[in-house]
């Protein structure tokens, strides 16, 4: 039996029929946004746009510190040769200060060749400096050397003369080890000339050495294809034969060098060199032989020297010597000047 006070439950809120919209939307894409949750995309509007935002500005930052980096890099560059062309302004320049009474001293050290430590560009720029000093009393050549080039010998050896007359100083050699070949020839300008009794002292020639493998190549049955346009614009190619002309070319030309050097020899060491078959045929002798033969004076050290003859023991060195950032400059050029070569090597030479 129904009881009439009993509510019907259809006279009540229909939840099918009467649900709100806004609940039945969020309802269905409830498990579309869980999805998304899991997989890190958004279903918020303009999700897009700010991704593309963020990108852009990050991309944008990057170009900037690349552009930083990049100014930094030429500022440092700029300021590297900046400094390299103050250093070679301001490197060996006299001082202007009282200088007190010493001996200068010059080496002579090495290979005499362009570019070494004793080249006529170095030792020249020491000696000018040694000689314009108003303190040094005297300047010494401090001479290690088996010789080299005859041109940078010469270019020396002219400069010391120039500068004697210049300055009215006295000039003197000390040899330590070896003085032979060009470094005698620079050491003929001094006024006195000493030696250890064991030292190695004379070698006055000239010489010219090279290879020939036109044999080795007709062994091997390899053939030298040389061009030229002039006679001997070959001359002295090791993979081409030798013609009677033109050795007896190349041995004029050294003997006119040989006979310069004897010249220089002679006129440095005057009545006191006692000349022998032997002299200038490029032996040497120990630094007590030199002595009897008048290729030195006496037996003799640097400290020697300053104290017995220059009488002032104070010593001051003025060798010019390669420091650190002229070998990095010249690094430096010498990456570029093989890149430039290399370059270059793909066109066909003509020399």
């Not at 270019?155 to 003085?179: F, G, Q, S, W």
């Amino acid at each position: 039996m129904n009881d009439p006070n009993r509510p019907d439950p259809t006279d009540g809120p229909n939840f099918d029929s009467d649900r709100h919209p806004a609940l039945e939307q969020r309802a269905q894409a409830a498990p579309e946004n869980i999805a998304n949750r899991k997989t890190g995309v958004t279903s918020e509007p303009g999700w897009e746009r700010a991704t593309l935002e963020k990108l852009a500005f990050a991309s944008l930052s990057e170009q900037k510190a690349t552009r930083r980096w990049k100014t930094f890099v030429r500022l440092s560059w700029l300021a590297f040769f900046v400094f390299l062309v103050w250093f070679a302004l301001h490197r060996g320049s006299a001082s202007t200060g009282p200088s007190v009474p010493h001996t200068a001293v010059v080496e002579i050290k090495g290979e005499i060749a362009a570019g070494a430590d004793a080249s006529a560009e170095f030792v020249n720029a020491a000696l000018k400096a040694a000689f314009e000093d108003e303190g040094a009393k005297a300047v010494v050549l401090l001479i290690n050397s088996p010789g080299g080039s005859p041109v940078q010998a010469g270019m020396m050896n002219d400069e010391i003369v120039r500068l004697k007359a210049k300055h009215k100083k006295p000039v003197y050699a000390v040899v330590e080890e070896t003085c032979a070949s060009a470094a005698y020839y620079i050491a003929a300008s001094a006024d006195k000339i000493f030696v250890d009794k064991a030292s190695i002292v004379g070698s006055i020639g000239v010489l010219m050495d090279g290879f020939g493998f036109t044999g080795l190549m007709d062994k091997l049955g390899v053939e030298r294809r040389l061009m030229t346009a002039g006679e001997n614009k070959g001359f002295l190619d090791p993979f081409s034969p030798q013609t009677e002309k033109q050795r007896a070319y190349a041995q004029a030309m050294l003997n006119q060098i040989h006979q310069q050097f004897i010249t220089v020899v002679k006129a440095g060491r005057g009545q006191r060199l006692k000349e022998t078959p032997e002299m200038f045929t490029g032996l040497f002798w120990t630094g007590q032989q030199a002595v009897e033969l008048g290729l030195a004076d006496q037996l003799g050290s640097l400290e020697y020297v300053a104290r017995e003859v220059v009488k002032t023991e104070e010593i001051i060195d003025y060798t010019r010597r390669e420091n650190v950032a002229e070998r990095l400059a010249k690094r430096f050029g010498a990456a570029i000047g093989d890149g430039a070569i290399r370059t270059l090597k793909t066109i066909p030479a003509i020399r």
